[in-house]
Each structure stands twice: as C-alpha cells, then as structure tokens.
C-alpha cells in the first residue's frame, strides 16, 4: 500500500493545523479509518517527513511534528494536488458543456412542446433556463 498524494497533503495539513491531534479524532476529521491514518503517519515516520513526540505520561499522548524534508515535501505534494484537482475541475466542465449540448440537441426535437414564455429556454447556467425547461417537460407529461 502506497501512500497516495491525497493523505500526503492532508494529514500533514492537519497535523500542521493541530500536531497533539489524536489519529482517532484525526481520522473522524478526515473521515477515513483510523487504521489509514496510523499506516500513513508511520509511513512519514519512517520517511522521515515527520516526528512523533510523547508529551505526557499517557504512553498515548503524542504531538507530530513535521520535519523539515517533511515540509518540502508537503509543498511539492500540494502542487501536485492541485493539478490533479485542477484537471477533474476541467474534465467536469468538459461533462457539463457536453451534456448541454445532448439537452439543446433534445430541445431541438421537442422544441415544439417546450416553449417557455413563448421562447426557448436559455440553456446558461445563470438564467435558470433549464430549470423551466426541464419542469415545463416533466409539467407536460
């Protein structure tokens, strides 16, 4: 199991935001198993990305701080991350424009039957267009 980009940018975010955070309450945060996050905190323990302090008696009381190496690489994960989230973005308005061109071209077979306000419906995301196309359709069922 490798450590994938995603944890590798938010669990260090996290421990950065709060270092005596718990891996429970750190998994609850995150809203993956709690087995998840000790894998991925030992693996930047053991990358050397991050140290783990006792700062009780409480054998399980730590406070994890990141390293040096571990904020390098941090920020070299971070950009990496949000090209990846950069390109679903995209890929999502490339759906979204797509599947506005499937609606015109029903539209276009229908159009006869889905006048609104005695027009077409704007097909913008802004003008609610669709909206009325859509319930005008389903009212005329």
């Known amino acids: 199991m490798s450590l994938s980009d995603e944890?590798?940018?938010?669990?260090?975010?996290?421990l950065e935001a709060n270092p005596a955070i718990s891996q429970r309450e750190l998994a609850r945060e995150l809203g993956i198993r709690l087995g998840k996050v000790n894998y991925c905190i030992?693996?930047?323990v053991?990358?050397?990305?991050?140290?783990a302090r006792n700062y009780s008696s409480n054998k399980t009381d730590y406070i994890y701080v990141l390293t040096l190496k571990g904020g390098e690489d941090r920020a070299a994960v971070a950009v990496r991350f949000l090209r990846e989230k950069i390109g679903e973005h995209e890929d999502l308005q490339r759906e979204i424009h797509r599947l506005r061109i499937e609606v015109v071209g029903i539209d276009h077979l229908f159009a006869r039957d889905l006048k609104v306000d005695g027009q077409l419906a704007e097909l913008s995301g802004n003008s609610g267009g669709l909206q009325k196309l859509l319930s005008t359709a389903e009212s005329a069922k």
């Open 7 to 14: 944890y590798r940018y938010k669990i260090p975010k996290a």
């Open 46 to 51: 053991g990358k050397g990305m991050a140290k």
């Open 42 to 44: 030992q693996a930047l």
